[in-house]
């Protein structure tokens, strides 16, 4: 069993920044294809970046591509979401993914993903 909590999110102006953090548990966090998603009211989740579990590629949606940036610190079995250019579009509930097992491909698609944070809101106000 793996807990995922997210922290980090909050009320912002448009053109602000937020870093979003999750937290793991568990033991081999450094196996752990990480992802984020979001949803905002009335739409699906949909995917916002990835990292694989050895931090040397990275995936982003192109929505947010040049303005978040994912990262990990296996150390503190953190992965982070910095969120700059923030955009009223991007108000969401954000959400951390785990995919466990040393992943051969980072996976990009919601379903593949094997634990979920509770979530936290992110609001941009224009």
């Known amino acids: 069993q793996v807990q995922l909590v997210e922290s980090g999110g909050g009320l912002v102006q448009a053109g602000g920044s937020l870093r979003l953090s999750c937290a793991a548990s568990g033991r081999t966090f450094s196996s752990y294809a990480m992802g984020w998603f979001r949803q905002a009211p009335g739409k699906e989740r949909e995917f916002v970046a990835a990292?694989?579990?050895?931090?040397?590629?990275?995936y982003y949606a192109d929505s947010v591509k040049g303005r978040f940036t994912i990262s990990r610190d296996n150390a503190k079995n953190t992965v982070y979401l910095q969120m700059n250019s923030l955009k009223s579009e991007d108000t969401a509930v954000y959400y951390c993914g785990a995919k466990l097992g040393v992943p051969l491909m980072t996976p990009l698609i919601r379903g593949e993903y094997d634990y979920w944070g509770q979530g936290t809101q992110v609001t941009v106000s224009s």
């Open positions: 990292i694989s579990w050895s931090g040397k590629s990275t």
